[in-house]
């Protein structure tokens, strides 16, 4: 059926005479002139602006951030991979952190435990967007897919110097079409929300009701 | 003959409760989208370039289609086609059958509201939730979306409590809307933690990487797509474009014209399923590319501009006949300007044909659109396709079978005299002389208004004291 | 800046013939008094859009056809309706598209103008009040906002008037819900639209409503004198004409139980002088207040 159908579909749709349509140009890099406080600025306040946290540190403080954040929300746990260059940072100074867990195994091994047990989650980014205040993800063996949507807070590492200044310039000097899209490729801007009761904006209706930005500078 | 279309506007026109919600809903929305485009001559250019990107996309469509289908096999997804909705669910049932699945779990997809595919699974006993809050609640209540991107608008947040009470009548009875959304989650984690199947639409998906895009706030597309073993996408063959770099100027324009978002939540791009090593992500990720009349439309080249709409729901939102007759009343899937363009071409003007009579032809939807579909062009060419007598030049299904003996009677007679100055100007005169024998029912015109009055004489009369040459 | 011409056509509309000729009046005699002759073709009857807006398009062409050949000579045509200019400007070439006589069609769109777009673009017309204090609500066709895009005009017409004050109402770019065959075919959601616009607009409190397309005029008064308590309303071209005229018009009748209608057919002779109220910018050094 699926063959038939498809060659069909093609047939029909080589049938009609299509007009050149005359589209070369694809201009549409970035056409702000942003530096990076600029960008910083204009980061920060989108993602404020959507009931993110956001918080300015350096690659001093970062750590003592991510720890008074912890503590500072009650977290009993503390998802973070041991793989990641930040990831061991923070295993190897576990005690100034909730009990940290592991994403270790395939989901089907723990499913229950990350869909209830797990109060937060700790990754990095694969870099940030600042016109639209947005976290770019590219969930990976080391930090999956999950861990940026199953726990009820996400605390997130951008490091100032991947803060680009439009989704596309992002694409561009990343390289994303040269080096192979991921199977899995995310931008976040905010913590889960939803106006769909009488246009009333909640927050966290499936993913993470909370949002927390650690700015490295 | 009152048809059935105009039944259910009367019926709706009267619950002022439903309107007051439609009102509040798009005239927030019409001010938010106001202020994410402060510079007017920017908003032009980038109506512009995204109509470009959307007709380039589609000038290039089948090749397009084979270099996406070539793409995502290679990432590992499977592509199936679907001439009609039919095939579509067919080929959703076998995959299910396959995995032995009871239920599926959905992330918000008007093309499965197109396909029916909640009603076909469910005579199979398969159950299909929906977890977008919107279709959620509306699922509750046996309801179909009334709007595209905001689907529960219809309903107040006290209508909702009463409906999560009356289902879920174990939960404590509350109209916070915090409340509601989190009892909502707390279910639909529950599903989502024990479904093995997801699906899921597609906002935008591209030829060069073989890339699936979904634009959300939720996370529910996030989680059927990623949770369950096997996801499940089902789009339509329009929705492709060329390369990564059309994606993002796109996405800017159609979250800041849906819902006044710089951007949404979630934007998630899904180039293949789990790879070895990774421990999360479906096992299986299948497409569904869903025909369905779309290569119809795609042969005419006036209509094929119906194909480049990105489904932001602006032109629902500024519809002065939608916002008071609300989404229901169309009788269709996709309501408002784009339904009515859309709908009469996919089932045929002689089954929704009266919504393209059914507008002003105002131009508020065309004045947003940001694609710059020319809606009131569009309906203007199905009026015409559905009363035209030579139908040899269209393929729009069910051309000519709204044309009548007596609306063409009354067309040609008003022609000829319109043909003919000096009978025609004698009639306007003996009208304005006799006006007082002029009936003042005019039926459905004076239902509320008073029967227009004419002029002692007309201009054509009293043009001979001005002075004026005459050619 | 196009250059003032000397003769124009005049386009006086089917609506205008018959239930408003005085705005036809008034259009031609503001026209004459900015120094341009005008030629009123007499065996115009209509636009063709009611034909064309109901899909029936060999009947629209054969109307249109026939004013397309009221129109030889290569001067403009000036039309007091946003919704028949833009039938003419925009949907004519859509019309003859492919037919031998396509560019005739396109010639006649190319010199199409809706009147209140010519007196402020190109007469660059200047306009002194001689009237009382008054307050107006404008009622803009979506024609005339979206189709033309001039929407702009008649504010800036009415904002050089200086004893006249414009009151905004709320949604005022919405529709009025006319649509020409659609308020018949599709009565219950015009009703809701038209009752929705006369809400706004009383809620407004002008003395006097002012439009450019008598199509928009003939619903919302028409509403409003089923109600029993019409605000007077005037085409554009009247209104202005009753202001910068030293013996203005008689003022339109209005009041309970009566429909709001233009005052009829005076037939105050045109002034050859070129105004005692109105101007043309450059011409005769413009006379603005």
């Not at chain 1, 910083?40 to 989108?46: A, I, L």
């Not at chain 2, 509601?180 to 699906?199: C, E, H, P, S």
Request: charged residues 20%; proline residues 6%.
């Amino acid at each position: 059926m699926s063959n038939t159908a498809r060659a069909n579909i093609l047939a029909r749709l080589r049938e009609p005479q299509r007009p050149e349509c005359g589209f070369s140009e694809r201009d549409y890099l970035s056409r702000y002139d942003w530096d990076t406080a600029e960008r910083v600025k204009r980061f920060t306040e989108r993602m404020v602006a959507v009931r993110a946290e956001v918080h300015h540190t350096t690659a001093d403080t970062w750590l003592d951030v991510v720890s008074q954040v912890c503590a500072a929300k009650g977290l009993n746990n503390l998802l973070v991979s041991p793989a990641t260059v930040l990831g061991k940072q923070i295993h190897a100074q576990a005690d100034r952190f909730p009990a940290l867990k592991t994403y270790d195994q395939p989901i089907e091994n723990w499913k229950q435990e990350l869909f209830y047990g797990v109060d937060a989650a700790f990754t990095g980014t694969t870099g940030g967007i600042a016109e639209t205040g947005t976290l770019i993800v590219m969930p990976s063996a080391d930090e999956p897919r999950l861990m940026s949507l199953v726990p009820p807070v996400h605390i997130a590492v951008l490091e100032v110097d991947k803060l680009y200044t439009t989704f596309a310039e992002a694409v561009q000097v990343q390289g994303w079409v040269q080096a192979g899209m991921p199977t899995n490729a995310l931008l976040i801007s905010g913590p889960s929300k939803s106006a769909d009761i009488e246009q009333t904006l909640a927050y966290g209706v499936h993913g993470p009701k909370e949002l927390v930005v650690v700015l490295v500078e | 003959m009152i048809t059935q279309f105009r039944q259910t506007v009367r019926a709706n026109l009267a619950k002022p409760e439903v309107r007051a919600n439609f009102y509040r809903a798009m005239d927030g929305l019409m001010t938010r989208r106001l202020d994410q485009f402060p510079d007017k001559a920017e908003l032009e250019r980038l109506r512009t370039q995204s109509m470009a990107i959307r007709a380039n996309a589609l000038s290039k469509l089948p090749e397009l289609l084979e270099t996406l289908e070539a793409n995502l096999i290679r990432n590992g997804i499977q592509v199936h086609w679907a001439e009609t909705a039919e095939q579509g669910n067919q080929i959703v049932q076998a995959i299910l059958e396959r995995h032995n699945a009871k239920s599926i779990i959905k992330g918000k997809s008007m093309v499965s509201e197109e396909m029916g595919m909640n009603h076909f699974l469910e005579t199979l006993g398969i159950e299909c939730l929906e977890s977008d809050l919107g279709e959620f609640i509306i699922q509750l209540d046996g309801e179909t979306p009334s709007h595209i991107i905001m689907p529960a608008i219809h309903k107040n947040r006290i209508q909702i409590a009463k409906l999560f009470h009356e289902k879920f009548p174990d939960i404590p009875y509350t109209e916070d809307v915090d409340e509601l959304t989190q009892m909502a989650r707390r279910i639909l984690r529950d599903k989502f933690y024990a479904t093995t199947v997801g699906l899921s639409g597609v906002n935008f998906m591209v030829a060069e990487t073989g890339t699936l895009c979904l634009v959300e706030n939720e996370g529910n597309g996030r989680m059927s797509t990623t949770a369950p073993s096997v996801h499940i996408a089902v789009t339509g063959i329009e929705k492709v474009v060329e390369s990564l770099s059309d994606v993002p100027p796109l996405l800017s324009i159609l979250t800041r014209s849906a819902t006044g978002q710089p951007i949404t939540t979630y934007f998630n791009m899904i180039s293949g399923p789990r790879k070895a090593g990774e421990k999360d992500g479906p096992e299986e990720v299948h497409l569904v590319l869903l025909d369905n009349g779309r290569s119809n439309i795609y042969s005419d080249p006036e209509l094929l501009a119906t194909l480049r709409c990105i489904r932001c729901g602006a032109c629902i939102n500024h519809c002065p006949v939608y916002v008071r007759i609300g989404g229901h009343s169309y009788g269709t899937v996709y309501p408002g300007p784009i339904g009515s363009i859309l709908e009469p071409q996919k089932a045929g003007l002689d089954v929704h044909g009266e919504l393209a009579q059914a507008s002003t032809l105002c131009g508020a939807c065309s004045e947003v659109c940001p694609v710059r579909i020319p809606i009131p062009s569009i309906l203007n060419r199905l009026r015409y396709d559905g009363v035209r007598k030579d139908t040899s030049n269209t393929h729009t299904v069910g051309s000519g079978k709204r044309r009548t003996l007596s609306e063409a009677a009354t067309w040609k007679t008003w022609a000829w005299a319109a043909t003919h100055p000096t009978i025609y100007h004698a009639g306007s005169t003996l009208a304005t002389r006799f006006k007082g024998m002029l009936p003042t029912n005019l039926g459905a015109w004076t239902t509320v208004r008073s029967a227009p009055k004419l002029a002692e004489s007309t201009l054509h009369q009293q043009v001979k004291n001005l002075g004026v040459d005459h050619e | 800046m196009p250059p003032i011409p000397d003769t124009i056509y005049f386009f006086g509309t089917c609506l205008v013939d018959l239930m408003y000729p005085q705005a036809g009046v008034s259009a031609m005699q503001l026209l004459q008094r900015a120094g341009v002759k005008v030629i009123f073709p007499p065996a115009q009857t209509c636009c063709g859009q009611p034909a064309w807006n109901s899909g029936y398009r060999d009947e629209a062409r054969s109307v249109a056809r026939a004013q397309i050949a009221l129109f030889p000579k290569p001067i403009p045509i000036v039309i007091p309706s946003g919704s028949c200019a833009g039938m003419m400007k925009v949907h004519y070439p859509e019309l003859f598209a492919g037919q031998p006589d396509e560019a005739q069609a396109v010639d006649v769109a190319s010199r199409v103008y809706e009147l209140t777009e010519f007196l402020v673009d190109v007469l660059h017309i200047e306009l002194r009040d001689l009237g009382e204090p008054l307050t107006v609500a404008v009622h803009t066709s979506c024609s005339a906002r979206r189709e033309m895009g001039v929407a702009d005009k008649i504010e800036s017409l009415l904002g050089q008037l200086s004893n006249v004050q414009r009151v905004e109402h709320a949604r005022k770019p919405e529709c009025c819900g006319f649509g020409g065959t659609f308020a018949v075919k599709e009565p219950e959601i015009s009703a809701a639209m038209v009752l929705d616009k006369v809400t706004h607009i009383r809620n407004a409190q002008p003395d006097r409503l002012i439009s450019q397309d008598c199509g928009c005029l003939l619903n919302i008064s028409g509403t409003m004198a089923k109600q029993g308590d019409a605000i007077p309303h005037q085409h554009i071209a009247e209104f202005l004409w009753e202001r910068i005229t030293p013996h203005p018009n008689l003022p339109p009748q209005g009041g309970k139980g009566q429909e709001a209608h233009p005052a009829q057919a005076s037939s105050s002779p045109p002034s050859p002088l070129a105004g005692e109220g109105l101007g043309m910018g450059g011409k005769f050094g413009g006379q603005s207040s």
